[in-house]
């Protein structure tokens, strides 16, 4: 009898485990078509807002993402070691957020997106887009990252003389390089 019952146990037990299993794929089947069609429409609402030139969408890398639950256009620049967040809002407004290493996300502003059939709106949304990024890569980058700009000192704007330091002869030499250095 006890035989019996732990044959009935174990089939009960995979019973359990092949249902969940069955219902965990379903439930995943869901997630995945519900984030397709909100990439979906994302996608048809950044074609209406903003009209991106080749170059741009190169040097941005634009990728599609949900992040908690809202569908969101990460422009991966390398060279800057950043993420930029392009969020729709309500009433076609943009958000655009810098996210880099270490650091909490930094607001770039709200911007206006384009209107589907006036393709010069949309361009001029995109440019916006890509000018803020622009002008958070020249002032937002750290200052070690920046390579300090100084000017060379000019002999005539200084009070005492500077002295200028003669390079040493070399012995002639007797090839044909020699004729090209002067020798």
Not at 56 to 72: A, S
Not at 149 to 164: F, I, K, L, N, Y
């Amino acid at each position: 009898m006890e035989q019996i019952l732990l044959e009935m146990f174990e089939q009960a037990r995979k019973l359990v485990v092949e249902t969940d299993r069955k219902l965990a794929e379903e439930n995943d089947r869901i997630r995945e078509k519900e984030r397709e069609s909100k990439l979906l429409e994302l996608s048809t609402q950044i074609e209406a807002a903003f009209d991106f030139t080749s170059k741009e969408k190169l040097e941005l890398d634009p990728r599609l993402d949900i992040q908690d639950g809202k569908p969101t256009v990460e422009f991966i620049v390398r060279s800057l070691r950043a993420i930029f967040v392009l969020a729709p809002q309500p009433e076609g407004h943009w958000t655009l957020n810098a996210l880099e290493d270490g650091r909490a996300p930094q607001s770039l502003g709200e911007f206006q997106g384009g209107t589907k059939g006036d393709a010069a709106s949309r361009r001029l949304a995109a440019a916006r887009i890509v000018t803020a990024i622009g002008n958070w890569s020249q002032k937002g980058q750290p200052l070690a990252a920046k390579k300090p700009v100084q000017s060379e000192p000019s002999g005539r704007w200084q009070d005492t003389p500077v002295p200028v330091e003669m390079p040493e002869r070399r012995e002639p030499t007797y090839g044909t390089m020699g004729k090209f250095l002067g020798y």
